[in-house]
DNA sequence: CGTACGTTTGACGTCCTTCAAGTTGGGTGG
DNA sequence: CCACCCAACTTGAAGGACGTCAAACGTACG
């Protein structure tokens, strides 16, 4: 078939487009998550110019570099820090396959540090390339505008459990909300999940030190909730989890999926 | 002269669009901060279906109620507070006049309260009319997208200060950000501005306690930074102010403004 | 003039941090 | 295969930041 953006941006300066990637699954995870219709996932596929494969810890984005484009994580688990000057890490968001994650209209300055916490795979829509497709596609803006009011929807629990919750609620909300979207990624089973954070990346996301963060997670697993351990999660009382946390998770607009 | 968006709708459902309101002032702001030019500010004000005038303290929205349309500030100060089951608060976001305050691609249940902190003025735009508007013109889809972002960079500002900030810092950061945004609604002279919100709400909006939220206050006054007094805020040294918080404007966008 | 609300102050308790010293376990080089 | 190493995890003790409670004080408003 005829893939549309493609003959319309054929001749211009677009030359990548024409090179239909292998590696678009994490691309076709973002678009389908943003509810797109065939062709306009077709397109936003075919913008996509760059794949990297990165190792684990290593750094996707730096805290203070200007944005190129749309970044998309494809596949592994990556991070969004605030490093602040006196060493001091307030974790701003995790990100799972699908995520776009530097969703914003205007390019500035990146106000945080984007990481791979494990291996991982990330695509890029170059800039101009977006602008043609959002030129093209009025919808992919309206996709983009809900990508960042989805985040901000997190982002905003998060605001709440740091302002009123204490560590043990704080620990537990977190928990539910990471499974809870990891499954919905397709990276965990029912009770169990890879959990590839470490203590002190869960305690720089709660805003307590790494030694609180361990006797949380002791008390959680005392409490017959959950257990840590290894690198995998299992959720043991996942009602009673829930309750701890106070966790509802329909501002993770994630209905149905 | 004609206006496209009147001649563009009328004879349908639009009745309302034809009656030129008198109290355009606070979405004409809201227009200008979006960087609509004068045919999309034109459209924009004629969408509006309502004014509401609000008393001190009334809330302009509840928690957990479904979105009506877009509501926009014009005059006055408001705030978006979550209040949880056992009563505590945390505040989410100050809004000051030409500010959105429900600003999402999607109708859904209010995660937080509006609330009217002064006496102010509402503006609304119902959700019919503003589908028909962002149709007409993309460039409003992307206004309320940049709208949103820009929500987002403060939302994400306070998560790192009640992640890793102690209270005074927090303190110190709170104020320079409502100063530096109501100096930017034309609420402010050189060294004071009115400052309505009461010590609990600082303390609702900063994650700590009433209590904790005076004596900081008086500790930013003893310093000669700060001080706050029956409605109004003075800056006293507004470099030391901005070093204990470490403030940097430039997440708020306003650059130039 | 009384009431309601906001602010101020002190005393005391708790949550969480910091520091310092282990322990475990996975990876690497010999 | 073993010794080593490093990162992550664990534990205890002590201190500080902040919360809670209770009471007093000021001030606007009906």
């Known amino acids: 078939m005829n893939d549309p953006i493609r003959s319309a941006l054929s001749g211009q300066k677009h030359r990548r487009f024409a090179k239909a990637s292998p590696h678009d699954h994490g691309v076709g995870l973002f678009a389908a998550n943003c509810l797109l219709n ?39 688990v990556a991070h969004a820090v605030r490093v602040m000057a006196d060493g001091r890490q307030q974790i701003l ?14 390019a500035r300055p990146a106000a945080s ?43 905003q629990e998060w605001l709440v459990s740091l302002g009123r919750q204490n560590s043990h609620a704080r620990m537990a909300h977190f928990i539910c909300e990471v499974w809870t979207r990891f499954s919905a990624a397709g990276l965990a089973e029912t009770d169990v999940c890879p959990f590839p954070l470490t203590q002190s990346d869960i305690a ?37 989890l829930h309750e701890a946390a106070s966790f509802d998770p329909s501002y993770l607009g994630l209905d149905g999926r």
């Not at 913008?47 to 484009?69: K, M, P, Y």
């Not at 968001?93 to 205007?106: E, R, T, W």
């Not at 030129?135 to 505008?145: E, H, R």
């Open 38 to 76: 065939a062709e306009e996932r077709t397109a936003l596929q075919g913008a996509i110019s760059d794949f990297r494969d990165l190792a684990r810890g290593e750094c996707i984005h730096q805290q203070g570099a200007r944005h190129q484009g749309l970044s998309i994580l494809c596949q592994g």
């Open 93 to 106: 968001a995790i990100f799972v396959p699908g995520d776009a994650m530097d969703c914003q209209p205007i």
């Open 113 to 155: 540090r984007l990481c791979a916490i494990t291996a991982a795979q990330v695509a890029t829509i170059k800039p101009a390339d977006l602008a043609d497709l959002m030129q093209l596609y009025p919808s992919i803006v309206s996709a983009l505008w809900r990508e960042t009011a989805r985040h901000a929807a997190i982002q």
């Open 204 to 240: 720089d996301a709660l805003g307590i030190s790494a030694v609180h963060a361990n006797r949380m997670l002791q008390q959680l697993r005392q409490e017959g909730l959950v257990a840590l351990s290894s690198g995998a999660l299992h959720i043991i009382d996942r009602t009673g």
